[in-house]
């Protein structure tokens, strides 16, 4: 059983930083990724990176603002968030998947996080 878990969620101001942390009980994969998904809206792309953090991925909506990398001796991806703003109140997922491209279909991805809560207040 692959469980993902998501920490480092919460309540922030505009322009303040949050980390998100994912551990990946161990699990070796080729790709993993962040998503999230706001009430009413569909699940939309956030960030990837690969197994060796060669390739990496942005949505436009967060390129210069998010940064997302891995501990390969924790087996942990992180989300490091700056310059928050209310529109990237969502709750944020993790997911991977054992293919190494970078994919920012979340129906590519076969494990996925309980997700953890980003609210940012103006």
């Known amino acids: 059983q692959v469980q993902l878990v998501e920490s480092g969620g919460g309540l922030v101001q505009a322009g303040d930083s949050l980390r998100l942390s994912c551990a990946t009980s161990g699990r070796t994969f080729g790709c993993a990724a962040w998503f999230r998904q706001a009430p009413d809206k569909e699940r939309e792309f956030v960030a990837a990176?690969?197994?060796?953090?060669?390739?990496?991925d942005y949505a436009d909506f967060v390129k210069d603002r998010f940064t997302i990398s891995k501990d390969n001796a924790n087996h942990t991806v992180y989300l490091l968030m700056n310059s928050l703003k209310p529109e990237d109140s969502a709750i944020y997922y993790c997911?991977?998947?054992?293919?190494?491209?970078?994919?920012?279909?979340?129906?590519?991805?076969?494990?996925w996080g309980q997700g953890t809560q980003v609210t940012v207040s103006s």
């Open positions: 990176i690969n197994f060796n953090s060669r390739y990496i």
């Open positions: 997911a991977i998947r054992s293919i190494v491209y970078l994919s920012k279909n979340p129906l590519d991805y076969d494990y």
